[in-house]
């Protein structure tokens, strides 16, 4: 339900309220090392993801609260470098919140919701929401049943999306994982795109707006936080992302939310509890990280009765092509799907390079009818045996006609994965299940 003009004014006097408080407190830098910074006198007045600011040589800075001891507390900044000095004074300045507005849609902007694309201020929104909210009640929310084309063939065909889904891309590096998620980004079957592309490079921050989202560019907003951005930043970016969706969605809009890479929100979110004094536990990683990853994954889905949905698309960098990473892990117990990448498939010139026998989608039986389960049951069975056999036919020891089933594999597996293939420069399939039976009948 859109505000009306009071509950606009009501929201301009609390923020106007709580900007120019009565009284300030302060406290003061008192230890500084590289990955984060102590301060004296402000235990009692913050809590756990506050926001505070202290004055450098180039401005005002921000930092996040991530410990709290009873005379001191630890911040992280959002700045790469730590600009802070002993004796500088630190204010409050409360948690993280925004504005959007329908406006922001083909914006570009970074993790404290500033734009980046040089084309002016963002309009503010009528009401302010928080980076960090609560996802919508269990028992309020609406139930996932409305199928959603992507224009991957491979992907409508073995894993297909519902709005509201949840669903991972699990990938090592350089097997097309950011190549997929831009053709993802550039289906036209959502009402909003809000892209999230976290501790990427630099370079490829333009090349993903500027050619994979250039049909989508003006309904997708997009929050970038590059690789050589703090941790606090590349943590942050995800949150704010899902803060955008979150309004979109309460505005009763279909959004597609793709995040690219949760590991790396993991991998920073390491890095701040390690240097809040955090014993690791996993492979490096903290206890808190393995409750933040829920808690974000969570605010994703269907919304409240009558309101949008947010289709999730989390891609997962699978360290060292090991898919049981305890984040990986975590991930794909936390997700209604998971979608995976082979090198295998990838080194045999198959792209995308799904592996489609590891791949699930829990929700597909409220996107195919009964004909298309059966039809994609039976494709299932004639690639696992095809692949099950691939050794022996190597070696010679397959003969035409001593097993049927697998003459029938070995004549329309193949054909089957020429259908799959598609680029970026392919047109975006319509109905992947006619198209597929299109291309098998002109082989």
């Not at 919140?97 to 002016?120: H, M, S």
């Not at 891609?315 to 975590?330: K, T």
């Not at 193949?414 to 319509?430: D, F, R, T, V």
Request: proline share 5%.
């Amino acid at each position: 339900m859109r505000p009306t003009p009071l509950d606009r004014l009501a929201a301009v006097a609390e923020e106007a309220c709580g900007a120019t408080a009565l009284v300030r407190v302060r406290g003061a830098i008192s230890e500084v090392t590289p990955s984060h910074a102590g301060v004296l006198g402000l235990s009692r007045f913050v809590q756990l993801g506050d926001c505070v600011s202290f004055a450098s040589a180039d401005g005002e800075r921000l930092a996040e609260v991530v410990r709290i001891d009873t005379d001191s507390i630890t911040i992280k900044s959002f700045d790469a470098s730590n600009f802070a000095r002993l004796g500088d004074m630190v204010c409050c300045a409360g948690p993280l919140r925004l504005a959007p507005d329908p406006n922001w849609k083909g914006r570009v902007i970074n993790a404290l919701g500033a734009p980046i694309d040089g084309a002016g201020a963002l309009t503010r929104g009528d009401r302010m929401i928080p980076i960090d909210a609560p996802p919508p009640p269990a028992m309020r929310r609406a139930r996932v049943a409305t199928p959603r084309k992507t224009g991957v063939r491979v992907i409508d065909l073995f894993t297909p999306l519902c709005a509201g889904q949840r669903i991972g891309i699990f990938a090592g590096s350089g097997v097309g994982k950011s190549t997929l998620l831009a053709m993802l980004a550039a289906s036209i079957d959502f009402d909003a795109v809000v892209v999230a592309l976290v501790g990427e490079r630099g370079r490829e921050v333009r090349e993903f707006l500027d050619d994979a989202m250039a049909m989508n560019r003006s309904r997708a907003i997009a929050v970038v936080a590059t690789g050589d951005e703090s941790p606090t930043m590349r943590r942050l970016a995800p949150k704010t992302a899902m803060a955008i969706a979150e309004y979109y969605r309460d505005l009763g809009e279909s959004v597609l939310l793709i995040v690219d890479s949760v590991t790396r929100f993991a991998h920073a979110a390491r890095e701040i509890a390690l240097a809040a004094g955090e014993p690791a536990v996993a492979r490096g990683y903290a206890p808190s990280v393995f409750s933040d990853l829920p808690k974000l994954l969570e605010r994703a889905g269907p919304g409240v009765e009558g309101a949008g949905s947010i289709t999730g698309v989390f891609s997962v960098l699978v360290d060292g092509d090991d898919h049981n990473d305890p984040v990986a892990d975590a991930i794909r117990g936390a997700l209604d799907g998971h979608i995976v990448l082979d090198r295998a498939v990838a080194e045999q010139g198959r792209y995308p390079a799904v592996n489609v026998l590891a791949s699930i989608s829990r929700l597909a039986q409220c996107a195919w009818t009964d004909d298309q389960h059966s039809l994609v049951l039976k494709l299932r069975g004639l690639i696992a045996r095809y692949e099950d056999t691939r050794d022996l036919r190597l070696m010679g020891g397959y003969r035409e006609g001593a097993d049927a089933d697998l003459d029938q594999a070995v004549t329309l597996v193949p054909k089957i994965y020429a259908a799959m293939m598609q680029s970026l420069k392919s047109e975006p399939s319509k109905d992947a299940f006619r198209e597929l039976a299109q291309i098998m009948q002109k082989s």
